[in-house]
């Protein structure tokens, strides 16, 4: 293996470049719960609800240094990626792309597993030989990871992953771009 291959970071999107969380509380008010299942968060609100909206994915602000963090990566060298578990009906694949393009970041290439389930299996022994880093915020991506044993995650603190133990922790990209610098 290449030191190519090694040099390929796995970035999550919603929540990690893209203030997910932060839009839909401007837009709904506060959670009346954190929760790592996101849709137990709201009592009257399902999140499904508004991923048949491409308006609401293609309206996502971006999260502080997040567009300086991921071409900080790329200029130092490392290859980074997204994968998001965005689902594969209606829109939102468009809408994410579009997103993605109005941010500059349509030159990194992106993977669309199509659930949360599938985006876990996609990280199987054999890609993940090639992955240096993933960097993701969701507690059912992240735990399987971790039980997995890999040491290899970055995990973008949020509420609704505080529970989760091992990986690397950081609040924001700034953390994140110094801890992987040391590599």
């Known amino acids: 293996m290449d ?3 090694m040099k390929k970071i796995a970035v999550d999107i919603h929540d990690v470049v893209a203030d997910y969380m932060g839009y839909f509380i401007h837009l709904h008010g506060w959670p009346d719960r954190w929760h ?3 849709d137990q968060m709201y009592d009257d609100f399902g999140f499904d ?27 130092n060298g490392w290859d980074p990626f997204f994968i998001t578990a965005t689902h594969d009906h ?11 393009a109005s941010h ?13 389930q599938a985006k876990v299996e996609w990280f199987t022994p054999k890609n993940m030989m090639d992955v240096a880093w993933v960097i993701d915020d969701h507690a ?36 994140i771009i110094d801890f992987i610098g040391m590599y």
Request: charged share 30%; net charge negative.
């Open 104 to 116: 500059t970041f349509d030159k990194f290439p992106v993977e669309f597993p199509g659930s949360m």
């Open 90 to 100: 209606g829109d939102n694949i468009k809408a994410t792309k579009r997103w993605l």
């Open 36 to 38: 790592e299942n996101l």
């Open 140 to 175: 059912q991506i992240l735990r399987p990871l971790l039980e997995k044993g890999y040491d290899n995650v970055i995990i973008m603190d949020a509420p609704w992953n505080r529970e989760i133990e091992g990986g690397h922790r950081f609040r924001n990209w700034l953390e």
């Open 3 to 5: 030191d190519k291959h």
């Open 49 to 75: 609800k508004h991923w048949a909206d491409a308006d609401f994915l293609s309206e996502l602000p971006l999260l502080n240094n997040a567009k300086i963090g991921v071409m900080q990566l790329a200029f």
